[in-house]
Structure formats: structure tokens, C-alpha cells
Nanobody
């Protein structure tokens, strides 16, 4: 079973940037699609950005043009570069497959506030 460990979150001012990392304990090469999800307080978890082994990426409308997802299969790692952060981006961020069939990691908290 693949274990997922997210990192890179923190407190950032509006307009700032963060880079999240998701390290997998096992090979993710065979998993066709990986994604970043987020869950804000009182809200359901939502897919933020996805990446496929063929290089195809997709983004939620709310983050298009600001977030960039990438993957390094050799390092079993998925990244999320976030820029121009807004207070509404505040949430716990998780990575998982698409659909999310792996055991969820602990997530990493992103707080956007002045």
C-alpha cells in the first residue's frame, strides 16, 4: 500500500507563494493520475489540481493560472506550486490518486492571512 506524506504548508500573506510536496512510499509510476485536494473548515474536500502520466493537467477554476501541479516519478513525488495566494485558499491540502483510492495522508495546512 502506498503511503502519502504531504509537506510545505505554512502561514503566508495574501499574494504570497508556497510549494507543496507529496512524497509516496511506493512507486506512483503505475498510478495514472495523481492530484492535490484541499479541505477548508466546514467544507467538503475538493480536487484542486490533477496530473496524468501523459503530461495532461487539469485545475479547478478557482486556481487556474495561479497553481501548477507537477510530478517526478523517479522521486515518487508530486508537487503543487501555488502563487498569488488568496485567503480563500486556506485549507488542509492532501494528495491522492484520481479517484482517491489510496489511504489519505495527514495533509499540510495552508493559511493565507495578513
Amino acid at each position: 500500500q502506498v503511503q502519502l506524506v504531504e509537506s510545505g504548508g505554512g502561514l503566508v500573506q495574501p499574494g504570497g507563494s508556497l510549494r507543496l510536496s507529496c512524497a509516496a512510499s511506493g512507486s506512483i509510476f503505475s498510478i495514472y493520475a495523481m492530484a492535490w485536494y484541499r479541505q477548508a473548515p466546514g467544507k467538503e474536500r475538493e480536487l484542486v489540481a490533477g496530473t496524468h502520466n501523459g503530461g495532461i493537467t487539469n485545475y479547478a477554476d478557482s486556481v487556474k493560472g495561479r497553481f501548477t501541479i507537477s510530478r517526478d516519478n523517479a522521486k515518487n513525488t508530486v508537487y503543487l506550486q501555488m502563487k498569488s495566494l488568496k485567503p480563500e485558499d486556506t485549507a488542509v491540502y492532501y494528495c491522492n490518486a484520481v479517484p482517491p483510492r489510496l489511504t489519505w495522508g495527514q495533509g499540510t495546512q495552508v493559511t493565507v492571512s495578513s
